[in-house]
């Protein structure tokens, strides 16, 4: 049973940063993708980022490009949020998502963790 479990959430003043770990547990993904999500409240889950895992291609929704990077370390299992300059309306819960195929299929998903930005 794959699990896929994420740390680094936290309480950040704005303009800060914030990094975000997702391990996955249990299998060893060869191919697919893993990203990320968040869901803030009131709001639909959206997707925010991904990363291919053959050839690391990126792809990051309009609101977080040239703040966020996405990277992942294959021989651990693991994708990584960096996030930068981060503001209010980043406030979220943040999720992680693997795939086993490209076009991505999310069928894997981390418990989530609150991202928090003052103001």
């Known amino acids: 049973q794959v699990q896929l479990v994420e740390s680094g959430g936290g309480l950040v003043q704005a303009g800060g940063s914030l990094r975000l770990s997702c391990a996955a547990l249990g299998r060893t993904f060869s191919s697919g993708a893993m990203g990320w999500f968040r869901q803030a409240p009131g709001k639909e889950r959206e997707s925010i980022a991904h990363?291919?895992?053959?050839?690391?291609?990126?792809y990051y929704a309009d609101s977080v490009k040239d703040r966020f990077t996405i990277s992942s370390y294959n021989a651990k299992n693991t994708v990584y949020l960096q996030m930068n300059s981060l503001k209010p309306e980043d406030t979220a819960v943040y999720y992680c998502?693997?795939?086993?195929?490209?076009?991505?299929?999310?069928?894997?998903w981390g418990q989530g963790t609150q991202v928090t930005v003052s103001s």
């Open positions: 990363i291919t895992r053959s050839d690391r291609r990126t």
């Open positions: 998502a693997a795939s086993e195929v490209i076009p991505p299929r999310w069928h894997y």
